[in-house]
């Protein structure tokens, strides 16, 4: 199975910017993609951005124009670059590989942000 482990996560103000990465391990040769999602309080998951392993992403509307993901330099690693975010973007931040693999979710990372 392959487990999650979100980072780079932080409070911060309307208008700034934030990377986060997502590092995979275990049985990781499963992973064509990887899908960023948010949780906000109290509601489901929903998808954010995907980012395939040849490096090209494609985004939902959620943040589309605002977000970029890539490849991290490690092996296994996808980054989210946020910018101009807005307190309805305060969530947990969670990765996952999807259905081609088992996996555990992780814990995610918080993304808190103040008018």
């Known amino acids: 199975q392959v487990r999650l482990e979100e980072s780079g996560g932080a409070s911060v103000r309307a208008g700034d910017s934030l990377r986060i990465s997502c590092r995979a391990y275990?049985?990781?040769?499963?992973?064509?993609?990887m899908h960023w999602y948010r949780q906000v309080s109290g509601k489901d998951k929903e998808l954010v951005a995907t980012i395939d392993i040849d490096g090209q992403a494609r985004y939902t509307n959620v943040m589309k124009g605002r977000v970029t993901g890539s490849r991290g330099e490690r092996k296994n690693e996808f980054r989210l670059q946020m910018n101009v975010l807005k307190p309805e973007d305060t969530a947990v931040y969670y990765c996952?590989?999807?259905?081609?693999?088992?996996?555990?979710w992780g814990e995610g990372t918080q993304v808190t942000v103040a008018a």
């Open positions: 275990g049985d990781t040769e499963c992973i064509e993609r």
């Open positions: 996952s590989p999807g259905s081609l693999c088992e996996y555990i």
